[in-house]
């Protein structure tokens, strides 16, 4: 996510898309998931997939931007 969105305002939004469309296949495929695991795998995942993505894009949006002097 650091290399493809590079703003952290669009993590949040970035993180939960493919796990949007996961729980759609999902139902599509095989019903609702009823499964407690499913659902505390799935929400750990996006968790940190969110707050590393956005720590990660804050972090490189704080970096020190070089300036070179001439002459």
Not at 46 to 71: D, N, S
Request: aromatic share 14%; charged share 15%.
């Amino acid at each position: 996510m650091l290399y493809l969105i590079e703003r952290a305002k669009k993590c949040l939004d970035f993180a939960a898309t493919p796990y949007i469309i996961h729980l759609s296949i999902c139902t599509i495929y095989g019903g609702w998931p009823s499964s407690v695991t499913w659902w505390v795998v799935n929400v750990t995942g996006f968790a940190v997939m969110a707050l590393l993505g956005e720590y990660l894009c804050i972090r490189r949006e704080m970096r020190e931007i070089p300036i070179t002097r001439y002459g």
